[in-house]
T-cell receptor, first 116, second 117 residues
Framework: AQKVTQAQTEISVVEKEDVTLDCVYETRDTTYYLFWYKQPPSGELVFLIRRNSFDEQNEISGRYSWNFQKSTSSFNFTITASQVVDSAVYFCALSEAETSGSRLTFGEGTQLTVNP | DADVTQTPRNRITKTGKRIMLECSQTKGHDRMYWYRQDPGLGLRLIYYSFDVKDINKGEISDGYSVSRQAQAKFSLSLESAIPNQTALYFC????????????????FGPGTRLTVL
């Protein structure tokens, strides 16, 4: 069965610090998809990124970057020069293409607080 | 206008009452999902539907039922609400993997906060 672990329940940083959110996953499928979502205090879920299992290229989007390593089953998310507006709960999620009909399994989330 | 809408946004009800939460989407996606979010537990899948005639149970379907009235509409019902169904409920939609050259990322509605007293 698929599983996602976000070991960091809460992280608190000061503005402009870099912060990395960890995500470790378990799957028996060879084809799968990994996602990050942001949930700000307003409550909506915002899609940030999708990564396919066959594409291990890291990705950078502005202050956000993602490091996907199949060897360690990890898909970590780094925010560079954090800002107060980055304060939110961040969820990592996994979708198996073959065995689970592309349903998403979410980690428990990491609450990030960026203090001014 | 929002692509995925949910009604109501907030609801307080009493134990034993029947409740329906509605979801509509304008994204043209075939796949729709219902999740609940509880503090510290992330999101858990209740039901999902890959098209109007295809409805499947998720990991926590007991106490819930769904109806896919059309491609764009997917309703979640609590036949007899109980207090431990107090939660934030999300509807989501997606394409299948690879459709239109995109992946199967899910797009979420704004959520319905349900309180069962």
């Amino acid at each position: 069965a698929q599983k996602v672990t976000q070991a960091q329940t809460e992280i608190s940083v000061v503005e402009k610090e870099d912060v990395t959110l960890d995500c470790v996953y378990e799957t028996r499928d060879t084809t799968y998809y990994l996602f990050w979502y942001k949930q700000p205090p307003s409550g909506e879920l915002v899609f940030l990124i999708r990564r396919n299992s066959f594409d291990e290229q890291n990705e950078i989007s502005g202050r956000y970057s993602w490091n996907f390593q199949k060897s360690t089953s990890s898909f970590n998310f780094t925010i560079t020069a954090s800002q107060v507006v980055d304060s939110a709960v961040y969820f990592c999620a996994l979708s198996e293409a073959e065995t689970s009909g592309s349903r998403l399994t979410f980690g428990e989330g990491t609450q990030l607080t960026v203090n001014p | 206008d929002a692509d995925v809408t949910q009604t109501p946004r907030n609801r307080i009800t009493k134990t034993g009452k029947r409740i329906m939460l509605e979801c509509s989407q304008t994204k043209g996606h075939d796949r729709m999902y219902w999740y609940r979010q509880d503090p510290g537990l992330g999101l858990r899948l209740i039901y999902y539907s890959f098209d109007v005639k295809d409805i499947n149970k998720g990991e926590i379907s007991d106490g819930y039922s769904v109806s896919r009235q059309a491609q764009a509409k997917f309703s979640l019902s609590l036949e007899s609400a109980i207090p431990n169904q107090t939660a934030l409920y999300f509807c989501a939609t997606s394409d299948p993997p690879g459709a239109s050259g995109r992946g199967n990322e899910q797009f979420f509605g704004p959520g319905t906060r349900l309180t069962v007293l």
